[in-house]
Structures are given as structure tokens and as C-alpha cells.
């Protein structure tokens, strides 16, 4: 693993109690970093903290939900003292069907999670980043953001969203010593494969020319430079990591 220092920075990663946000908890705590999970599900939260070990802390957060959010801000700042970088982790993948069978309520449900969620967070986080003028945004969107898959109108249009958020944000807060990127993965192997059908998995796969999903690990990598100082002129961009599937 190369080395990667993030020593004395304090890190919030939002659905870290699982699959790529637990993977980059672990990464950032390993490059030094103190690290807030942000996550709805306490007891796997508290979990994944004692496997982990020093270094990091859970909070019980719903990130659709503004009060919580901005609750869990003034916590994490009394507890870590500070937040230099956020990860915009967490996210659902919705029911895999056409456009015209996709409920509305469904359909509300993605986007308020996959999209709003980020806002909600990059809207009480980035005051903070300001006061210090020093800050790292990374929004975990997806290659399907990008390309659009078949029966997942949803998700591919949260994701989509949350890439044009990334660049509106960058925009706004260069001037400020705050970047503000995104990474778009294939899909990995994680609890999300569960929301899916083995039809639209294997969709996925075969659309990847390595031949494999994209590793925990290896998207933790891409982040924890992302969330650096090395990474000093990247804004409001898009790093692809699909395994060559995308086309741009």
C-alpha cells in the first residue's frame, strides 16, 4: 500500500459502516487521519469502529434529514475538532425496473438519498471548511452517472446529479483552498449487489472490459489521494475508475 499522509486531518465518511465507505475509513485511518462515520445503522456502525480501531468514531446520522445532519456536524467538530475532509459515501441502488414501472415514491426515495443526502452534508459541512479555509469534498457518484444503465433511471440520475453538484461546488469553493471532486466506480462487490437483480449484475459485469468488479480497496486508494494535499489543482472534476468501461 503506498503511503499517503493525512496525518492530522479529520475526515467524515458518510454509509462507512460498509462496503467503499468502510474501506476508505480504513484507509484514512491507516494514512493518519481521525475518521466520523456517518451512518444510519448504529450497531453496524459501532461494529465496523471496534474492528477498525483507534482513530475513529460512529454517528447515527440520516443524511436526508437536515437537523441530523447539522446535529452530527457540531458533534463531530467538539469530537475530532475540526473537519478537513467529507466523503459523500452513502447511497441506495433502488429497484431495478424501466422508467414507466418505477414507482414515484421509489423513485423519490434514490434521489433524496443519492442526491440530496450529499447537499444536505456539503451544506452544514462546507461553513466549517470555510472558517479554516482548507477543505476536501469527494462524492462517490458512478460510471452509471455517466453512461445511464437500463432499468436504473434512478440511480443513474442521482449519480448524474451528484457529478453536476461536484462541479457547481469545485466552481464555488476553488478560491477558498476547498476541492470538491468526484470518482465514478464500476461496481464492486459489496451489500448493494442485494438491492439487484443477477440479471443487472451481470449487465454490469460484462460491461467492464477488465472482466472483474472494481475492488473496495482500490477505489479507497483514488479517495484517500483525492482527500490529500498532494491533490492541490484537481476541482470540480471526474476520476473514472470502471475498469475501462468508460468512454469518457
Known sequence: MNTIDLNGRSAVVTGGAQGFGRAIAERFVASGARVAIWDHDQPLAEK??????????????????PAAVEKATTDTVT???KIDILVNNAGV?????????????EWRKVLRINLDGP??????????????????????????????NPNAAHYSASKAGLIALTKSLGKEL?????LVNAVTPAAAKTAIFDQLTQAHID?????????????????????AWLASEDCAFSTGAVFDISGGRATY
Open 93 to 105: 441502488a433502488g429497484v431495478n425496473k424501466t422508467v414507466w414501472e418505477t414507482d414515484l415514491d
Open 203 to 223: 449487465f454490469m459485469l460484462s460491461k467492464i472490459p477488465k472482466g472483474r468488479f472494481v475492488l473496495v480497496e482500490e477505489l479507497a486508494a483514488m479517495v
Open 48 to 65: 465496523t469502529v471496534k474492528a477498525i480501531g483507534d482513530g475513529v468514531i460512529a454517528l447515527k446520522v440520516d443524511v436526508t434529514d
Open 79 to 81: 469530537a475530532l475538532g
Open 119 to 148: 447537499f444536505i452534508c456539503c451544506k452544514a459541512v462546507v461553513p466549517q471548511m470555510l472558517k479554516q479555509n482548507y477543505g476536501r469534498i469527494v462524492n462517490i457518484a458512478s460510471i452509471a452517472g455517466k453512461e445511464g
Open 174 to 178: 476553488a478560491a477558498h483552498n476547498i
